[in-house]
């Protein structure tokens, strides 16, 4: 059976692409991972972007794309990713003040992604919607706004990009999740946490936590998940190091098997 794509979320490394893009891309490369996704861009024009990437031979193959900015100008979103190559554009994050308070707000939500996702869709992209804990809190009629969502857009227009730490700190199990949104699920967040005594996530390197990291790469694998994308909010040794070691269980668990 063929494995999945590992990519790198490069928000994981967003102290060091500020300082060095190129450099920073130069090294996820080295590590091994087979694409990146994105979070901004360090004002490298597109062309220039592209040229990176081939010469690294990494693929550029989602971008998360804030609703801020899809809203100000969704054409200039949609023209960088096809020009470097880009499948996914998701939209990654509510901020506060966006963030839906009543079901008839989250229901005027679901109708504006569904618009957007329709627009990318017809311009060859692939448009997805990337959940925190904050979802499935929300509420949407008699279901969380998670499930809401994806009840009330169409896969042709919203996918799902599953974070699986968010999902088990909501309270969910994650493996549950996948098999729910199967073939609706091309990219997962493949992340692992513990919780402090405040009760708020640590976020950790793969396998030193309490998510199943094995049940849910095989639950992907049945899903159809094609990326899976290693990320670290909050890293606890030097970022490249954390990112290093996660590449590193991947390896041994799963890539080498």
Same mark, same amino acid.
């Not at 500020?18 to 996820?28: I, S």
């Not at 592209?50 to 804030?66: A, I, N, P």
């Not at 900015?69 to 200039?76: I, T, V, W, Y």
């Not at 804990?133 to 969502?149: R, T």
């Given at each position: 059976?063929?494995?999945?794509?590992?990519?790198?979320?490069?928000?994981?490394?967003?102290?060091?692409?500020?300082?060095?893009? +190129?450099?920073?891309?130069?090294?996820?490369? !080295? &590590?091994?991972?087979? =694409?990146? %996704?994105?979070?901004?861009? /360090?004002? #490298?024009?597109?062309?220039?972007?592209?040229?990176?990437?081939?010469?690294?031979?990494?693929?550029?193959?989602?971008?998360?794309?804030?609703?801020?900015?899809?809203?100000?100008?969704?054409?200039?979103?949609?023209?960088?990713?096809?020009?470097?190559?880009?499948?996914?554009?998701?939209?990654?994050?509510?901020?506060?003040?966006?963030?839906?308070?009543?079901? +008839?707000?989250?229901?005027?939500?679901?109708? !504006? &992604?569904?618009?957007? =996702?329709? %627009?990318?869709?017809?311009? /060859?992209? #692939?448009?997805?919607?990337?959940?925190?804990?904050?979802?499935?809190?929300?509420?949407?009629?008699?279901?969380?706004?998670?499930?809401?969502?994806?009840?009330?857009?169409?896969?042709?227009?919203?996918?799902?990009?599953?974070?699986?730490?968010?999902?088990?700190?909501?309270?969910?199990?994650?493996?549950?999740?996948?098999?729910?949104?199967?073939?609706?699920?091309?990219?997962?967040?493949?992340?692992?946490?513990?919780?402090?005594?405040? =009760?708020?996530?640590?976020?950790?390197?793969?396998?030193?936590?309490?998510?199943?990291?094995?049940?849910?790469?095989?639950?992907?694998?049945?899903?159809?998940?094609?990326?899976?994308?290693?990320?670290?909010?909050?890293?606890?040794?030097?970022?490249?190091?954390?990112?290093?070691?996660?590449?590193?269980?991947?390896?041994?668990?799963?890539?080498?098997?």
């Amino acid at each position: 059976m063929n494995k999945i794509n590992i990519g790198l979320q490069l928000y994981t490394l967003r102290d060091l692409t500020a300082f060095d893009f +190129e450099g920073t891309l130069r090294k996820v490369a !080295e &590590l091994g991972y087979q =694409g990146v %996704e994105f979070a901004g861009y /360090g004002d #490298i024009p597109a062309e220039q972007m592209k040229s990176l990437l081939d010469e690294l031979g990494l693929k550029g193959f989602s971008s998360h794309v804030s609703l801020e900015a899809m809203r100000k100008d969704l054409q200039k979103e949609i023209d960088y990713l096809k020009t470097i190559g880009a499948a996914y554009m998701i939209c990654p994050f509510l901020m506060p003040e966006d963030r839906p308070q009543s079901s +008839e707000e989250w229901c005027k939500l679901f109708s !504006e &992604l569904q618009e957007i =996702g329709t %627009e990318v869709s017809k311009q /060859g992209l #692939i448009f997805g919607y990337h959940n925190h804990d904050f979802e499935f809190i929300g509420q949407a009629g008699e279901h969380n706004a998670f499930d809401g969502m994806f009840m009330q857009t169409t896969p042709a227009a919203v996918q799902v990009e599953m974070d699986v730490c968010w999902v088990q700190f909501a309270g969910h199990h994650p493996i549950e999740y996948i098999h729910k949104y199967a073939g609706r699920l091309p990219l997962l967040h493949l992340k692992d946490f513990s919780t402090d005594e405040q =009760g708020q996530m640590i976020t950790l390197e793969l396998g030193q936590g309490s998510v199943n990291l094995p049940a849910v790469i095989e639950a992907s694998a049945k899903a159809g998940v094609q990326w899976l994308i290693v990320e670290q909010d909050v890293c606890q040794n030097p970022p490249l190091e954390s990112i290093s070691n996660s590449y590193s269980w991947l390896k041994q668990n799963y890539l080498n098997k």
